[in-house]
């Protein structure tokens, strides 16, 4: 993950772009993994993602995916502006191998040979940092 660091100060005096990636992998390598990003998420807020990838199996059948999940704000930005008010943000990424609803993977139907219905939750991972914007250079 990049940064290494979970706490970026600055931001918005002296930094006016960030970036923000993360390497995907999951050892389904058929899989197709989704990287949803979200910038201060208020989950009384009915608000999805604020960037959605879509990363494609490798044709290597490596688990690890030659892309990463990439997300780049910088000020002044029109689609990140809560970045843009000075104070604390907290940026997260979720990686699953299928859609979110909400927060959560998307629940796939799972046929065993007796008949029953089982629901596979998916796989997902977080990471998350914390940005502190400051007023300065960067309008």
């Given amino acids: 993950m990049d940064p290494s660091h979970r706490i970026i100060r600055g931001y918005g005096s002296d930094v ?3 970036q923000f ?8 390598v058929s899989d197709t993994l989704y990287v949803s990003w979200f910038v201060d998420h208020d989950p009384s807020q009915q608000r999805g993602a604020d960037h959605v990838e879509r990363i494609q199996p490798n044709s290597n059948a490596k688990a690890a995916r ?3 999940g990439t997300f780049k704000p910088k000020i002044p930005s ?5 970045l843009n008010v000075p104070g ?6 979720i990686v699953s191998d299928t859609p979110l609803v909400g927060r959560e993977p998307e629940k796939t139907p799972v046929l065993l040979e007796n008949g029953t219905e089982l629901y ?3 796989y997902s991972a977080t990471y ?3 940005v502190r914007t400051a007023t300065g250079g960067c309008q």
Wanted: proline share 3%.
């Fill in 16 to 18: 006016c772009e960030l």
């Fill in 21 to 28: 990636s993360v390497i995907v992998e999951d050892p389904d």
């Fill in 66 to 68: 030659d892309q990463r």
């Fill in 78 to 82: 029109i689609d990140f502006s809560r």
């Fill in 88 to 93: 604390d943000h907290v940026i997260e990424v």
């Fill in 120 to 122: 596979d939750s998916g």
């Fill in 128 to 130: 998350a940092w914390f």
